[in-house]
């Protein structure tokens, strides 16, 4: 039963606005080489800064490259359309995790951080 409303659920995601226009700005944004490689080095450099606050290391030179590559990529429509795209998808996943773990009183501190 659970399983069943959880493959509706993914149904209804995969239907979903958000998703569809996703799926759109994404393939618009990755059939240039180049804005792909943009956006792949930006998220890994994101994951990397993030990971490097979590530590607690500083590392300036990867987020000077993270802020120029991510004015680059603001300065073109499609990296852009589906940087915001990408964001409001999981926007609306982490509210989806949020419903369920509040149903379940699990404790959600480390992402309110």
Do not use: C, H, M, P
């Given at each position: 039963m659970v399983y069943d409303k959880a493959r509706e659920l993914a149904r209804m995601l995969s239907g979903s606005e958000e998703?569809?226009?996703y799926k759109d700005a994404r393939?618009?944004?990755?059939?240039?080489?180049?804005?792909k490689a943009l956006i792949k080095e930006y998220n890994q450099l994101r994951i990397r800064a993030q990971g490097a606050v979590v530590?607690?290391?500083?590392?300036?030179?990867?987020?000077?490259?993270?802020?120029?590559?991510?004015?680059?990529?603001?300065?073109?429509?499609?990296?852009?359309?589906?940087?915001?795209?990408e964001y409001r998808l999981n926007t609306m996943l982490g509210d989806v995790?949020?419903?369920?773990?509040?149903?379940?009183?699990?404790?959600l501190d480390l992402l309110d951080e």
């Open positions: 998703y569809a226009a393939e618009r944004a990755f059939a240039n080489d180049t804005t530590s607690g290391k500083k590392d300036d030179e990867g987020v000077e490259r993270l802020q120029k590559i991510g004015e680059v990529l603001q300065l073109n429509r499609d990296a852009s359309d589906y940087l915001i795209a995790y949020r419903i369920l773990a509040e149903a379940l009183d699990l404790s």
